[in-house]
């Protein structure tokens, strides 16, 4: 019958202590079975499709080939750097270009045509009243009825919106023939607008219902001939902000979206003159910052009243308005409002010379940027005299005027639009965030052989060395765990007897017992290797 013998070994603290960094070994292979280790520079660089970069970091010691190939990589790298700030600066300057295209489409919304008479009252017109009130203005010396010099007369306050108004050149009276577009129209084609000039005129100016013109040419525009009226024209007295010593009428070429700024965006048409003005149609488009400087329209916006979109002439009223107003607590005719007008004498002492110092202070007062959208129209202007001999006879006695009258007052305008297209010019951007890209891109490629993907097998790399780090600092923080150390030997009893009492001692070292194996021995006996041999028992 086989018998079993059950033996108890207790080792000494030395022992415990090694078979704890076995088992701790042993429990961390068994916990991370998959997490492999931290691949070294050389295995990245073999791997990595960074090109150069394998021919340098090779294992061994660095020799010449290794030391070319790390300075031919460093070279190309400072080229694709230095590359890459020169695009990155020139993408923050922001350039643009101006691209011109040309368009032909098969009718055209003709534009907005403003006259203004370059004399401001007629001098019939004026009453007393109204050249004493003006004789600042107008350099005419006050009268009273029988024509002497006023001194104690006594005038009721003057309204210059109805001095304006009622002493205006009227457009029934200039206007002798009106034609457009083979179709004739009148003055009820036009409506009144007050300028720097006084009472105007404009054509086409209902933005909702604009005219519009099917062919281009001589003949399919606006023709006009006037009567400037010179006869009305002041007498000069004495010279004043308002005295004018030219004879005929100003002109303003405009769109429907902006009100007309005659006084400085107007050409002059003289009589005894016909006037052929050939139009081209420019829109114009503006990039806004950081790559130019335009104004967009803001939805709902009104810078004026019946104007709803943003532009630099309503921009130039309303800060010239605002101007006026802080400074004589009134407006001028010309602004738009509901302020109180301001009187004649106001107009020279305070408005006139606010108006000189907001001009001369615009770009630090009043600042008006150009529209993102802009219409402009280009001018060529030629001109022929009239009348010939033979029409000015005619012309006499269909209106009732001798032939020097013809030859002084009257003149013919003609508008038209040179060809049925417009010139697109539109700001574009130079270089964008997509050129930025693509050359930085190319400069890549070309000098280091590098791609987008190649830059996160880069960051996956210092990702996997930084996780390796943090695993093992954490590890090497935990504190050991406290096992019972024991260990149980199960022998048969035939091997017992196989094995002679030489043989199992002699396997270990001499001297280390020399006593027979006997239970619940405490001797103290030391081993070499395995520390103290504290307990024995069967």
Known sequence: MPIEIVCKIKFAEEDEKQKEKEEGDKESLIEEPARPRSRDLAAFASASTLHGLGHICQSG???????????????????????????????????????????AIREMVFPAITICNINRYRHSALTDADIFHLANMTGLPPKDRDGHKATDL???????????????????????SCNFSGENCSSRDFTVVYTRYGKCYTFNGDRRNPRVTRQGGMGNGLEIMLDIQQE?????????????????????????????????????????FQTFVSCQEQRLTYLPQPWGNCRASVQGEQMLPGYDTYSIAACRL?????????????????????????????????????????????????????????????KEISM???????????????????ETYIRENFLVLDIFFEALNYEAIEQKKAY???????????????????????????????????????????????????????????????????????????????????????????????????????????
Not at 73 to 95: M, R
Not at 324 to 347: L, W
Not at 384 to 402: H, T
């Open 61 to 103: 010691r660095l020799g010449v080939r290794q030391t070319l190939w790390a300075f031919a990589f460093l070279a190309s790298l400072a080229f694709f750097l230095y590359q890459a700030a020169k695009s990155a600066l020139l993408y923050l300057e922001h350039p643009h270009v101006m691209a011109l295209d040309e368009e």
């Open 154 to 176: 006594l005038y009721p306050d003057p309204d210059m919106a109805d001095i304006v108004n009622r002493t205006g050149h009227q457009l029934d009276d200039m206007l002798k």
């Open 232 to 272: 009305e024209y002041l007498p000069i007295w004495r010279e004043t902000n308002e005295t004018s010593f030219e004879a005929g009428i100003r002109v303003q070429i405009h769109s429907q979206d902006e009100p007309p700024y005659i006084h400085q965006l107007g050409f002059g048409v003289s009589p005894g």
């Open 318 to 378: 309303q800060c010239e308005k605002e101007a006026v107003v802080r400074s004589c607590h009134c407006r001028m005719v010309h602004m738009p409002g509901n302020e109180s007008i301001c009187s004649p004498n106001v107009y020279i002492e305070c408005a006139d010379h606010t108006l000189d110092a907001a001009v001369e202070d615009s770009q630090e007062r009043c600042s008006c940027p150009t529209p993102c959208n802009l219409t402009r129209y280009g």
């Open 384 to 402: 022929v005299r009239i009348p010939n001999k033979g029409s000015a006879r005619y012309l006499a006695r269909k209106y009732n005027k001798n």
């Open 432 to 538: 964008d965030l997509a050129g930025l890209l693509g050359d930085i891109g190319g400069q890549m490629g070309l000098f280091i052989g590098a791609s987008i993907l190649t830059i996160l097998e880069i960051l996956d790399y210092v990702y996997e060395v930084i996780r390796d780090r943090v695993s093992r600092v954490l590890r090497r923080s935990k504190p050991p765990l406290k096992k019972p150390s024991g260990s149980i030997a199960t022998l048969g009893l035939e091997e017992l007897k196989d094995q002679s009492p030489c043989e199992t001692l002699g396997r270990h070292v001499e001297g280390a017992y020399n006593a027979g194996i006997l239970p619940n021995h405490h001797h103290r006996h030391h081993y070499p290797h395995q520390g103290v041999f504290e307990d024995f028992a069967c």
